[in-house]
């Protein structure tokens, strides 16, 4: 399976820039997704295939790379978006997901 | 409004069945694969069972094949999941989701509030 590895923290202040990686053991292209999860809620779709912004999400969100290495970008930050963050893969089978870097504000 | 609300979850004994049961609004469900994902306390997501728009194809990953059945009724607009000979290890919250594509999910779009289901003794 495509293991997706994540930082398990980050802590920035509002109103600062934030990027998030996620490292893949092998190539996925360009089909790499990023979530948001808020404490007892469900997952939301931020960001679909590496680059494009899900529909109603703010533009202050936004993804890059390709092959084995992405990141999430939040510029900048504000204190909703403390969270934790979740890249998934659907190039290889099964779809995997990362283990999630939990966002925290100072 | 795309509304997914599951139901069925619970706590089940080791070796146990359950059945979660997902219902579907505000889109087209026949047209849309759909997917289960659970995520264990405190951890994260892993993908569960995958089914084609028609129940024909069904795609599951190796720690469950074999023991969940993914299933749907499209006159119904709802989504099953069948778990049997239930393990510890399969305690999670377990959530229906679906893409905002018209094929095999790539990602997903639309995420339920998601059930509870507990393996203990």
């Known amino acids: 399976d495509t293991v997706l590895t994540q930082s398990p923290a980050l802590a920035v202040s509002p109103g600062e820039r934030v990027s998030i990686s996620c490292r893949a053991s092998?190539?996925?292209?360009?089909?790499m997704h990023w979530y948001q999860q808020k404490p007892g809620q469900q997952p939301k779709l931020l960001i679909y295939?590496?680059?494009n912004l899900a529909s109603g999400v703010p533009a202050r969100f936004s993804g890059s790379g390709s092959g084995t290495d992405f990141t999430l970008t939040i510029d900048p930050v504000e204190a909703d978006d403390t969270a934790t963050y979740f890249c998934?893969?659907?190039?290889?089978?099964?779809?995997?997901f990362g283990g999630g870097t939990k966002l925290e504000l100072k | 409004e795309v509304q997914l609300v599951e139901s069925g979850g619970g706590l089940v004994q080791p070796g146990r069945s359950l059945k979660l049961s997902c219902a579907a609004s505000g889109f087209t469900f026949s047209n849309y694969y759909m997917a289960w994902v659970r995520q264990a306390p405190k951890k994260g997501l892993e993908w569960v069972a995958t089914i084609s728009t028609s129940g024909s194809r069904t795609y599951y990953p190796d720690s469950v094949k074999g023991r969940f059945t993914i299933s749907r009724d499209n006159a119904k607009s709802s989504l099953y999941l069948q778990m049997n000979s239930l393990k510890s290890e399969d305690t999670a919250t377990y959530y229906c989701a679906s893409s905002n594509e018209q094929l095999y999910p790539n990602w997903f779009a639309y995420w339920g509030q998601g059930t509870l289901v507990t393996v203990s003794s």
């Open positions: 998934q893969q659907s190039w290889n089978d099964p779809r995997t």
């Open positions: 092998e190539g996925v292209n360009s089909y």
């Open positions: 295939k590496a680059s």
